[in-house]
Nanobody
Framework: QVQLVESGGGLVQPGGSLRLSCVASGSISHIYVMTWYRQAPGKQREWVAA???????NYADSVKGRFTISRDNGQNTVYLQMNSLKPEDTAVYYC??????????????WGQGTQVTVSS
């Protein structure tokens, strides 16, 4: 069984910063990519940033230059450092991981989400 647990969300003023964390645990043999998504009220879930194992990071245009994704591979953890936050960044932030658990197949797992609210 694999679990992803996000943390670090909260209320922050415009221009502020937050750091989200997501820890993957369970019978994991290999993680191929870890990704952050977000979903604002009344909107579809959107891709934010991705960090493939051994690859380069990628960002949505809306967060490029403000958000930084990083990983601690030894701890199966992905982070999202969010700076210069704007009210439009308000959303529930989700992480997912494409990984294998010992079989030849890859599966996608999602965390439960963490709320980020940017407001004065």
């Amino acid at each position: 069984q694999v679990q992803l647990v996000e943390s670090g969300g909260g209320l922050v003023q415009p221009g502020g910063s937050l750091r989200l964390s997501c820890v993957a645990s369970g019978s994991i043999s290999h993680i191929y990519v870890m990704t952050w998504y977000r979903q604002a009220p009344g909107k579809q879930r959107e891709w934010v940033a991705a960090f493939p194992t051994g690859g380069t990071t990628n960002y949505a245009d809306s967060v490029k230059g403000r958000f930084t994704i990083s990983r601690d591979n030894g701890q199966n953890t992905v982070y999202l450092q969010m700076n210069s936050l704007k009210p439009e960044d308000t959303a529930v932030y989700y992480c997912n991981a494409e990984l294998s658990t010992g079989s030849p197949f890859r599966n996608l797992y999602w965390g439960q989400g963490t709320q980020v609210t940017v407001s004065s």
